[in-house]
């Protein structure tokens, strides 16, 4: 909060201020900024006469201007197939605003809150970009303020399946699969005939088509799709 400075042999009287609005210390002169209402004020130090000095008055104009504010919304996780719809907002002495990011990613509209980023191949590559919400700089004493949050870009399972295969009069069913080095997944096999086990890795299956697999990680619901085709051979061995 602040407080007045007095010239060299001047002394501190009683403060106050016109009009009303603004917190001040009768004392000492410190002003309460939190109480204190936006506006220009008149503040007044009044020194009672004594030992024969008259008494004296001097007076400065104090304006307290409306602090611009930002907010970029909290920090989030997304997979790297996703844009991020931000949710910023600001407020205040504030009239625009713009994004940045530390990464070189893209956003939508650069200058609406409501803007979208979508993380470039190096932002995925890291794994985590900061992006900032900057205001304009408005009149008076309050100058710009930004705010950030931090984005935490997640990859997708790595999905290897199996070859493509076929059906046959001596093998009606067949086991297909798919592969994957992470450790916490589902599975969520679709198509024309599986049997058993559509919810793993190896399901059976005894129909041609295109079976595909949705793999999706545990931890944060990333997830990874893929197929694989099934022929049918009809001819009977001899």
Do not use: H, Q, R
């Not at 798919?178 to 086990?197: A, E, H, K």
């Amino acid at each position: 909060d602040p407080s007045p400075t007095l010239a060299v042999g001047a002394l501190s009287g009683v403060y106050s201020s016109f009009p009303l609005g603004l917190s001040i210390n009768p004392v000492n002169g410190t002003i309460n900024l939190v109480l204190s209402t936006i506006g220009t004020y008149t503040v007044y130090n009044t020194v009672a006469a004594s030992g024969g000095c008259a008494a004296a008055l001097d007076s400065t104009v104090v304006t307290i201007d409306l602090p611009p504010l930002a907010f970029a919304g909290t920090d989030t996780v997304i997979c790297s197939y996703n844009l991020l719809s931000l949710s910023g907002s600001i407020g205040g002495s504030a009239s625009s605003l713009l994004w940045t990011t530390s990464g070189n990613g893209t956003f939508s509209n650069p200058t609406s809150a409501n803007s979208n980023y979508n993380p470039s191949a190096n932002d995925i590559l890291n794994g985590i970009v900061t992006l900032t919400i900057t205001t304009d700089d408005p009149s008076g004493a309050c100058n710009s303020v930004s705010d950030s949050l931090s984005l935490l870009i997640n990859l997708p399972p790595d999905l290897t399946m199996g070859p493509d295969t076929i059906l046959n009069c001596l093998n009606p069913s067949i086991t297909i699969s798919c592969l994957t080095t992470f450790p916490t997944v589902t599975y969520n096999w679709s198509g024309p005939g599986i049997v058993s086990s559509g919810n793993t890795a190896n399901p059976v299956v005894n129909t041609s088509g295109t079976y595909t697999v949705t793999l999706t990680n545990v931890g944060d619901g990333c997830y990874s799709v893929d197929s694989l085709f099934v022929g049918v051979n009809s001819n009977i061995p001899n």
